[in-house]
Structures are given as C-alpha cells and as structure tokens.
T-cell receptor
Framework: NAGVTQTPKFRILKIGQSMTLQCAQD?????MYWYRQDPGMGLKLIYY???????DKGEVPNGYNVSRSTTEDFPLRLELAAPSQTSVYFC???????????FGSGTRLTVV | AQSVSQHNHHVILSEAASLELGCNYS??????LFWYVQYPGQHLQLLLK??????LVKGIKGFEAEFIKSKFSFNLRKPSVQWSDTAEYFC?????????????FGSGTQLTVLP
C-alpha cells in the first residue's frame, strides 16, 4: 500500500548512543516532515524538507539532524541520545498545500 | 509566533451525546485548516480540511467543522458520538506564506466516549 513507512517501531537507547530513524514514502511527495509527540504537548516540528537536497529546521531541531538525498527518503539522526529525546516520532509527507499530511505509524523511542 | 489553541484537554461524553471541540489560531491572514484524529496506538489520520469555499466542511465518520474567520476558529462537531470515536483529536493550521508547507498543531483533545 502507498504511504509513509517508518522504521523501527520501537527502540530503547542508552544515553549517549546514536541512531537513525528511517522514513520513506512512495507517493512522490516533495514535502517531508519530522515531528515529535509528547503527552499534552501536541506535535512539535523537528525538521522539514521541501525537496531532495533541501532541509530546514523546525521548532525543536536541537539534538537532531536530517538529510534528503532522494525524494523518497528522509532519515532523522540522533547523535548523542538524551533522556529529553524520549518521545514518539512521526514522519509525514505532503504533495502540496491544502492536501494535508500523510503520516507514518511512528517510532516510540526511550532513552535510558 | 503563530499558535494553535485547543482549550479542551480532555472531554468525556456518553454515547449519542453531541460533540464540539474548540480550535483557535492566532493569525489574521490566509490559512488552511485541518483536523486529525489519533486512535489509541495509531498514527494521525486526516478527518477533514478547509482551504477555501463553504466554511462548513464535512469530513469522514460524520464529523464536520465550521470555519469562522472573524473568530479565528475552526471547531469540530459531531451530532452523536459513538464509543469508537474515543481518540485524541488535533487541530492543525497551515500558516505558511512561502514555499514550505508546514502545519502547526494544537496540543490535542482527548475524547473519551462512555458506552
């Protein structure tokens, strides 16, 4: 089925470890996004991309990095995991304004 | 900075009751408006959207929302809720005037429907 695929679904990291959250979409969407969701806080934008080779910071980018080498893939990198990064991470994509986002199923990350 | 407010954090209703969830945003320009729903353990799904035309928008599963520009509001309604509507509901606004198509989300409203 077409959509946004995120891996892994769950992960436990130790403080200081690094990891990459994978996100891929097969809808040829130019716009891709990473959000984190914390209880009672809604979704906060981490990074976004408007096309291959173009990325920009969102509201809460510290501690994260992204790349967009292809239209399909938009990985999120955590270099030195901290407990404050314990959250649920959602990747989303969009064709254009007014269409809304298609979300992936999320990655639940715990940093201990 | 532009913001989206959902003042009801948790709403508890009995089945067949009517629902109205509030959403307000802080911007006087052109916006696109969305409501998303997140069922327990699942990702966000689009309920409905507004970007122009009739300010009363109908979405899936019997939901509707009304855009009132003068009040900067986009409230979600359903005449008769069901137990299966138990979920978290997010209002989102596209404030972007440039090339990026970013959504700003409200903090969400948890709806619990009692059988």
């Amino acid at each position: 089925n077409a959509g946004v695929t995120q891996t892994p679904k769950f992960r436990i990291l130790k403080i200081g470890q690094s990891m990459t959250l994978q996100c891929a979409q097969d809808m040829n969407h130019n716009y891709m996004y990473w959000y984190r969701q914390d209880p009672g806080m809604g979704l906060k934008l981490i990074y976004y991309s408007v096309g291959a080779g173009i990325t920009d910071k969102g509201e809460v980018p510290n501690g994260y990095n992204v790349s967009r080498s292809t239209t399909e893939d938009f990985p999120l990198r955590l270099e030195l995991a901290a407990p404050s990064q314990t959250s649920v991470y959602f990747c989303a994509s969009s064709a254009d304004r007014g269409y809304g986002y298609t979300f992936g199923s999320g990655t639940r990350l715990t940093v201990v | 900075a532009q913001s989206v407010s959902q003042h009801n954090h948790h709403v508890i209703l009995s089945e067949a009751a009517s629902l109205e969830l509030g959403c307000n945003y802080s911007y006087g320009g052109t916006v696109n408006l969305f409501w998303y729903v997140q069922y327990p353990g699942q990702h966000l799904q689009l309920l409905l959207k507004y970007f122009s035309g009739d300010p009363l928008v109908k979405g899936i599963k019997g939901f509707e929302a009304e855009f009132i520009k003068s009040k900067f509001s986009f409230n979600l309604r359903k005449p008769s809720v069901q137990w299966s509507d138990t979920a978290e509901y997010f209002c989102a606004v596209d404030f972007s005037s440039g090339s990026a198509r970013q959504l700003t989300f409200g903090s969400g409203t948890q709806l619990t429907v009692l059988p």
